[in-house]
């Protein structure tokens, strides 16, 4: 009996040990199972909750074409007129309703940049490559489409590089014919910068320097074709971050201006009710705005969404295109091709603010601060500049 309760004991202490076995294995590939899936889904999730949110911002941008459109081309406008008074601005409802939707937007695209960041290493590799590939050809891209600006405004009559900036001084085309060949060649691109800074000059000199503050991309495209011609790619990475940043201030100041003069656009949206889809004026150009400083702000700050931030303006101001023809091309396409060149450039700017050091969520939380403090200045800048420049 002894014997045979042995054999008993044996067998199951082996079917428990073989059940354990089992369950063992049974556990491990559940948890391979499960690793996996947390890997695929570490991988993918923050990919697509970006383009879910670049699916919402687009949607908001395809929705104002023409509030993006410079509306000083199309409309009447008299910048020596006071704007709204600040307080109005920042206690109205709309532009309060704005701010604390942008507390939320903001925080969550600087979440996912700096995750995908610190995160996405397939994702990083990818956009390295194609920086890598693209950026070596920016000097060139930005030389041909300077090239073919300046033939455009040179045809298209006495303008001072944007459709609003005419004069009666005949050579200004003739000059502007001379420095679209001197830019093709690299070693002679230097030229065309002082031209111009000379056509800015002229323009500052006719319509007054707060005007011009509208379009410091031109001095950004000159500078940056000074550094290039000049030094070459050993100066490439500071040359094109100028660049970047004259061109979000550009976009900035077009926001604020949104914020400050809304007034300019109304005439347009009572001729073509279609543009603003039903709403009410008042709200539309308060979106309008927003949606231009915030694409302005993340240009400049972040990375992987200044990418799509970027993208995103290039297609909205194509989409304006359509809808306001011939002079709109002209008068965005120095903005058009920079933003092409900004898509495929990385950002030094967004290494130095979204730092390994903070959290996730603590990055986040600063670009939000960052994003309230340019919101600030900027108006504070607009307001004095105005009072500097008229008085009022």
Partial sequence: MRLVGDSGDSMRRARGAGWQCDSRRRSSHITRRVRDFRDRIGRHWPVSASWVAVAVLLLALV???????????FAPYDVVCPPRPLFSVFTGGYFAMFCGIMVAVMFATAYIDVWLIHRAHALNRLLQRVT???????????RFGVFAFLVAVSYSGNILLTPELKTDWAWVRWLQLVLAILVIHPRTAFLTSFGLCVLYGCAMHEYGWFHLLDYPIFIGVAIYLFIMSIYGERKATLALTILRVLTGVTLLWGGMEKFAYPDWSFPLLRQRPSLSFGFDPEFFMVAAGFVEFTAAFLVITVAIAARAASALLLFIFAAAIPEFGYIDLVGHFVIIIVLIALIF????????????????????????????????????????????????
């Fill in 63 to 73: 929705t104002s074409p023409p509030a993006l459109a410079h509306v000083k081309w």
């Fill in 132 to 142: 890598a590939f693209f950026e070596p050809n920016v000097f060139l891209l930005l």
């Fill in 345 to 392: 450039s990385h950002n030094p700017i967004a290494e130095r603010i979204e730092s390994e050091q903070r959290s996730t969520a603590a990055n986040a939380a600063l670009c939000v601060g960052l994003y309230f403090a340019a919101l600030v200045a900027e108006a504070a800048f607009f307001y004095a500049a105005h009072w500097l420049a008229y008085g009022t």
